[in-house]
C-alpha cells in the first residue's frame, strides 16, 4: 500500500500576479505566452512596472499536488523555498490544502524564487520566472523513502533549467522505478522543450512512463508542424501520452487505447494560468485511484476548466466536490 | 491491378435545394437535421410549398464517388434511376464528373428519386427523399464483375430502407470480400442508424472494414452519451474507423494507429450538406492510392471543407488541384 497517490517535485515559486496590456507585454520585449527565466536585476526591474499585483503561491508541479488533494487524493510536493516570509507563506499555503511537504529550506543566499505572471487582456499569461531558492533543489535534498512510498513520481520540465535539479530528477526517477512506481513528466513549455530537446526525448524514451503535455510543446518537441505528426512519434514513446489541446480538449492514448475527451465547458476564461497543472492533476488523481483513463482525461479537463475561470493556479473551490457528477456515473 | 480504385452503391437521388426559414421546418413538422424518407403525396406536397430551387445530382454515395474522381481516383457508381428526365441528368453529372456509371435505368414504375433539401439560415439542412426508382434497387441490377473490380466496396446505410436493396448490399460485400478487397461502409444519419441499430452493428462486426460516421451517429449506434464511450467500442470493432466531428475534426483509428486531424477552415459555410460524402471521397481516394491513414483524414477534411462552402453536396472546383499542397508534402 503506497502511503501516496502522488508525489511531485519542482520549482517552488510563489506567483505575482498583475493584469497589464498588450502594450506592455510589447514594451518590456516579454515573449508572449511562454516562462522566460529572469536574474535577480531583471525580477526587480519588472516588479516595478508592474501594477498593483495579487501573490499566490504557485509553482506548477507545486499546483498539481494541490489539486490532487483537492480532488482527495494524497499528495506530497518536494522543492525548496527560503527560509523568509514567502517561503512561510509557499509552505503555509500546501499544507493548509492538504499537501505534504517536508523539503527543508534553505537558511541563507537566495530568496524563495517567485514567477512574476503578466496576464494580458486575452487571458493570456507570460511567465517571468526568478527560480531564486527553488534552484538549490539537489539530489541531497531528496528523500528516498518520500519518493519510494507514492504511486506516481510526478516531476516539471522546468525544473530542466538546473543541474542540480536534473540530478535530482534522475534520482528520483530511479527511485521510483526501483519501487516499482510510475513515473511521469510534463514538458512544462515549449520554451522549455526547445532548450531541452535533446535530453528531453532520452528522458521520455528511458524514464517517462506518463508524459503531459500540451500541442505547441508537443509539436515543438518533435520539431514537426502538425499535432497528428507529433502523436504519430508520441504513440509509440512511453506508456500513456496524456496530449491538451486547450479548447479542442485531449487526447489519451497508450499502445491499446485512445481517448478523446472534450474541453470541459467554462463560463469565461479570466486566467490559462495553471489550465495545465490542474490538467495532470485531475489525471493523476484519477490513475491512482483506480479509474479508466477516459475518466482521468475527463477529470483532467474539469479540474483545468476551474483553475480558468478565476485568477491563480490553485482550485478555488473544492475539486471533490465539482468532480461528484463524473465520479459517480465512472464508478 | 484494380480497374477501379472504388465502387459506391447507393440511392440514386437528385437533390432539390432550397433556402426557407426556420419556421418552415417547423411549419411542416420535418426533422430538423436529419433524412426522413417521403412518399409520393408528402413529397409533392412539400415540394409546393418550396420556393424557388436548384436542382443537382445528389445521392450520398453517388456525391462520394464524385468527390474520388474530383480528386484524380477512378470510382464507379451503381444505383438506379429511371429513364426519365431527371434520371437522364443524374447520369449526365455522374460521367461528367468521370464516375462510370452502367446501372441499367428502370424503363416503367418510379420516376428518379429526389431529396428535398431545406437549408435554414445556420446553414444546416434537413432531408426529405422520396425514393423512387432508387428503391428497385436489388441484387439482380450488380454486375459482379464491377463489384469484384474495385479496391473498395463503398456502400451507405441509407441502402437500409429498403429490402431489395438490403440484399443487393449483402451480395456485393459478400462479392468484394471474395475478390480480396475492402468493404468501406457510411452510417448515413442518427435517424437511419435508430432504424437499423441492430442489423448495422451486425455488419459493422462481420462485413465492413472501413467504417464512416459521424458524432451523432456513433453515439446512436453504441446508444452512449458521449463520444469517447463510443470510439471505445468501434475501436476494436472494424480495421478502421473514420470518425467526424464537424468543426472539431476527425480521429481515426485503427488497432495499431490513431490519427487526430483538424477540420480544415472554411471562409463561410453556407450549406452543410455533403460533408460527410466528400470526407469519405477524399479518405477513400487516400486510402486507395496509397497515402497513410493520417493523409487520408487531410484528404477528406479538405473535401469536406470545399463542399460545404457553397450550395450543393458535389465539388465546384477539381479536388486534385485543391489538393496538391497535402499531396505534394505527404507522397
Redesign the interface.
Known amino acids: 500500500m503506497s502511503r501516496f497517490d502522488v508525489v511531485g517535485i519542482g520549482n517552488a515559486l510563489v506567483d505575482v500576479i498583475s493584469h497589464e496590456s498588450d502594450e506592455f507585454v510589447v514594451e518590456h520585449g516579454l515573449e508572449r505566452g511562454a516562462m522566460q527565466l529572469v536574474d535577480t536585476e531583471r525580477a526587480e526591474q519588472l516588479y516595478a512596472a508592474m501594477g498593483p499585483a495579487t501573490e499566490i503561491s504557485g509553482g506548477s508541479a507545486a499546483n498539481t499536488m494541490v489539486g490532487v488533494a483537492s480532488l482527495g487524493g494524497s499528495a506530497a510536493f518536494v522543492g525548496r523555498v527560503n527560509s523568509d516570509q514567502l517561503g512561510a507563506v509557499f509552505g503555509h499555503d500546501l499544507r493548509a490544502a492538504g499537501v505534504e511537504f517536508t523539503t527543508p529550506p534553505a537558511t541563507d543566499g537566495a530568496p524563495t524564487g517567485r514567477c512574476l505572471i503578466i496576464v494580458t487582456p486575452d487571458a493570456q499569461r507570460t511567465l517571468n520566472t526568478y527560480l531564486g531558492a527553488s534552484a538549490l533543489l539537489g539530489p541531497t535534498e531528496l528523500d528516498d523513502t518520500l519518493l519510494s512510498s507514492a504511486q506516481v513520481l510526478y516531476l516539471e520540465g522546468y525544473l530542466w533549467d538546473e543541474p542540480d535539479a536534473k540530478d535530482a530528477f534522475r534520482r528520483a526517477a530511479r527511485t521510483a522505478h526501483e519501487a516499482g512506481n510510475r513515473v511521469a513528466f510534463t514538458l512544462s513549455d515549449g520554451f522549455c522543450v526547445d532548450r531541452h530537446r535533446e535530453e528531453f526525448l532520452e528522458l521520455i524514451e528511458h524514464e517517462v512512463d506518463v508524459l503531459f503535455a500540451n500541442e505547441v510543446e508537443i509539436t515543438s518537441l518533435y520539431e514537426v508542424g502538425?499535432?497528428?505528426?507529433a502523436?504519430?512519434l508520441v504513440?509509440d514513446h512511453c506508456e500513456i501520452a496524456a496530449l491538451t489541446r486547450s479548447e479542442?480538449?485531449s487526447?489519451i492514448?497508450t499502445r491499446d487505447?485512445?481517448?478523446?475527451?472534450?474541453a470541459h465547458p467554462v463560463a469565461q476564461v479570466v486566467d490559462t494560468t495553471g489550465a495545465g497543472d490542474l490538467y495532470a492533476a485531475g489525471f493523476l488523481y484519477g490513475l491512482t485511484n483506480g479509474y479508466d483513463l477516459?475518466t482521468c482525461?475527463r477529470l483532467g479537463a474539469l479540474a483545468a476548466a476551474e483553475v480558468i475561470s478565476h485568477l491563480g493556479a490553485r482550485p478555488q473551490v473544492l475539486l471533490t466536490e465539482l468532480a461528484q457528477p463524473i465520479l459517480a456515473t465512472r464508478a
Open positions: 502538425e499535432f497528428d505528426d502523436l504519430q504513440h479542442k480538449g487526447l492514448v487505447e485512445v481517448h478523446l475527451i472534450d477516459g482525461g
